[in-house]
């Protein structure tokens, strides 16, 4: 452990009110990487600027006023204990959309098909969870809904199946006419995303999409 670490140790559980699963989230995301650099274990470490170093920045250089430092340092406590805030809300929010997800795929009609009420952060659980599962819908911020590929493997651009070739770069008219729905929106060039006005013609996409 990095004194991090240690501080984790103890106050991380009680920070994440009492949640286990939270608390380990943001234990193997940020406590655990930051413990790998500040210990010099930093073989597997993403390469680019880290958070420590981030943090680190708030010291004066040595080309600067260094008679400063204490107001320097409540600086970089107040941006790590914002980031923490951050990093908690979104391994919060993954625990709680793992669960949503996992109904969705728990209640699909088509394996193939997963249907979400409300957007959740979701390709990670389908990946795991459903070797089946080809596309996903969902509604957008926005009120229309879309339709979305799952991916071969995370982080990656191939797709376990696409969208129809004939639909890639149209928007509404176009698309509208391809497909035959009246309130299509778009698909993008990559057939890795669509989506149309209604829950019933994105539905319709995503059969027609699954029957190409």
């Given at each position: 452990y990095s004194s991090f670490g240690?501080?984790?140790?103890?106050?991380?559980?009680?920070?994440?009110?009492g949640d286990q699963a939270v608390a380990n989230a943001v234990d193997s995301g940020l406590v655990s990487t930051i413990d790998a650099v500040d210990c010099g274990y930093v073989k597997g470490v993403q390469e680019g600027i880290s958070l420590s170093q981030t943090i680190g920045?708030?010291?004066p250089t040595w080309q600067e006023d260094d008679s400063h430092v204490d107001d320097c340092f409540d600086e970089a406590v107040e941006y790590?204990?914002?980031l923490l805030e951050r990093f908690i809300a979104a391994a919060s929010g993954g625990v709680n959309a793992k669960a949503l997800v996992a109904?969705?795929?728990e209640d699909a009609e088509d394996p193939r098909i997963i249907v979400l009420e409300k957007y959740t952060p979701w390709k990670r659980t389908v990946f795991n969870l459903s070797e089946q599962a080809l596309f996903v819908v969902y509604p957008?911020?926005?009120g229309e809904w879309r339709i979305q590929t799952v991916p071969v493997e995370l982080g990656t651009f191939e797709n376990r199946k696409e969208l129809p070739a004939p639909w890639a770069g149209l928007s509404d008219?176009?698309?509208?006419?391809?497909t035959g729905l009246?309130?299509?929106m778009f698909c993008h060039n990559g057939l890795f995303i669509g989506g149309a006005k209604s829950f019933e013609s994105t539905m319709k996409m995503a059969v027609m999409a699954v029957e190409a």
């Amino acid at each position: 452990y990095s004194s991090f670490g240690i501080i984790w140790k103890k106050y991380g559980l009680d920070i994440c009110n009492g949640d286990q699963a939270v608390a380990n989230a943001v234990d193997s995301g940020l406590v655990s990487t930051i413990d790998a650099v500040d210990c010099g274990y930093v073989k597997g470490v993403q390469e680019g600027i880290s958070l420590s170093q981030t943090i680190g920045m708030f010291n004066p250089t040595w080309q600067e006023d260094d008679s400063h430092v204490d107001d320097c340092f409540d600086e970089a406590v107040e941006y790590a204990a914002r980031l923490l805030e951050r990093f908690i809300a979104a391994a919060s929010g993954g625990v709680n959309a793992k669960a949503l997800v996992a109904e969705a795929i728990e209640d699909a009609e088509d394996p193939r098909i997963i249907v979400l009420e409300k957007y959740t952060p979701w390709k990670r659980t389908v990946f795991n969870l459903s070797e089946q599962a080809l596309f996903v819908v969902y509604p957008s911020h926005t009120g229309e809904w879309r339709i979305q590929t799952v991916p071969v493997e995370l982080g990656t651009f191939e797709n376990r199946k696409e969208l129809p070739a004939p639909w890639a770069g149209l928007s509404d008219e176009a698309l509208q006419e391809v497909t035959g729905l009246d309130d299509a929106m778009f698909c993008h060039n990559g057939l890795f995303i669509g989506g149309a006005k209604s829950f019933e013609s994105t539905m319709k996409m995503a059969v027609m999409a699954v029957e190409a």
